[in-house]
């Protein structure tokens, strides 16, 4: 592939993820020698693409059928491939720089020139021979393996997951990298199995992302729950109870609440939540995607040092004022004799609130994790989650909600 090609073809496949498509393709057979021969480590294009999903190898084994619960279920190993029948590509780009999804992932130095650039593959599957795809022939079953058949084992995953969800995942690799670091998603192939292949130096599995399996095999149920959009409802119900005082203090409690967002994909927004006289908080519903925690702040700004004046109402000079001291009064409002006696108070009353310092100042936390369904933090609370019915834009939705109230 020419360098003229590349650029071409990169150009169509960021105009792909543009349009919300989701591109796939093989990591390659021959693992680092990637069949060129001349004693480098190479990788394989278009798979190398930072707008392509890179697909490596695996190869399964010790596969096991066993009934549980009156269900039949699977279980297997899965390694590193690299066996008689090939091994998984993968390496480092001597092309494409470090996209910006891999800037944590911990791409390695390059075999050939120590340099940091695009590292694949992003994920793998099975690809061996030895625990390859059963394929008819006119007529005649073969076992067939290699990354290409990885490829369309999981278009055909996002496809199932685009029809469940109602919209299409669209570009992959920054939701990869981004679930990479949060468990659950991806069985971890780390058997510290390398690709080196026909005397050529590899990249060997290990924890967490590498140049040899990427992510590991995808857990299609896992992706599917952590792609969806959860809408996310909160209430707050009487939060200063918890702050004692007399009603004069109370009038001087400032309450505030906000919702921070745990969009995993966004710069944090975090969204105040109007309070209102009785303590309670308006209700708050947002949606997120890729959440894994709502948090919820409550500060109490509180002072303990305020001072209430009482006035008297006096006549001076023929006129008559509410005195609150020696060189302090105010003339009484004309209507004064038509206010009743709790509004006349109203009006002989002044509370000085002097500067609030940061020690005045009372916070509580809640964090909910949407994963465990875990309530934590300061403030007790209660939470709970439903599955709405379908409909044509996002079916099958999460939802959570919140009530959370100091006793």
């Known amino acids: ?61 010790n596969v096991l059928r066993i009934p549980i619960d009156n269900v039949r279920r699977w279980f297997f190993t899965e390694v590193t491939w690299n066996d008689g029948s090939g091994a998984t590509g993968g390496g480092v780009s001597d092309f494409f720089p470090v996209p910006y999804y891999q800037g944590d992932a911990g791409v390695p130095n390059s075999a050939n020139d120590n340099q940091q650039r695009r590292g694949v593959p992003d994920i793998a599957g099975n690809a ?56 659950g998603v991806f069985n971890d192939i780390n058997d510290g199995t390398s690709n080196a292949f026909n005397g050529v130096p590899g990249y060997t599995s290990g924890t967490g992302w590498d140049a040899c399996t990427g992510w590991g095999s995808i857990n299609g149920q896992a992706l599917l729950e952590a792609l969806r959009v959860v809408t996310v409802r909160v209430r707050i119900d009487n939060i200063r109870d918890l702050v004692p005082g007399t009603p004069e203090q109370m009038a001087l409690v400032q309450t505030n609440a906000r919702v921070k967002m745990g969009d995993l994909r966004t710069p944090r927004d975090d969204t105040y939540l109007t309070p209102f006289d009785d303590g309670n908080f308006e209700s708050f519903e947002k949606a997120f995607y ?41 003339p009484v409002p004309p209507d004064w004799d038509r206010l009743t006696p709790v509004q006349q108070a109203e009006f002989s009353t002044i509370i000085i609130t002097p500067t609030v310092s940061p020690g005045m100042v009372e916070r509580f936390t809640l964090n909910y994790d949407l994963r465990t369904h875990q309530i934590s933090g300061d403030i007790t609370g209660s939470a709970g989650q439903q599955i709405h019915a379908p409909d044509p834009i996002n079916p099958f939705t999460p939802e959570i909600w919140f009530t959370i109230s100091q006793t």
């Open 1 to 61: 592939m020419t360098t003229a090609g590349i650029n071409v073809l990169t150009i169509l496949f960021l105009e792909a993820a543009w349009l919300g498509m989701t591109v796939f393709a093989s990591c390659g057979d021959k693992g680092s020698d990637s069949g060129v021969g001349d004693g480098k480590a190479h990788v394989q294009y278009p798979g190398s693409d930072p707008w392509v999903t890179s697909c490596g190898g695996t190869t399964i084994g």
């Open 128 to 183: 061996s021979a030895n625990s390859g795809y059963l394929i008819s022939v006119q007529g005649t079953s073969t076992s067939f393996g290699g990354t290409s058949a990885v490829a369309p084992l999981y278009a055909g995953l996002i496809a199932v997951i685009n029809a469940r969800m109602g919209r299409p995942t669209g570009f992959l690799n920054n939701t990869l990298y981004v679930l990479g670091g949060e468990g």
């Open 290 to 330: 890729l959440v894994r925690t709502i948090s919820i702040d409550i500060e109490i700004w509180r002072n303990t040092s305020q001072e209430v004046k009482h006035g008297q109402v006096e006549t001076i000079n023929g006129q008559r004022y509410i005195v609150f001291g020696p060189n302090e009064k105010y």
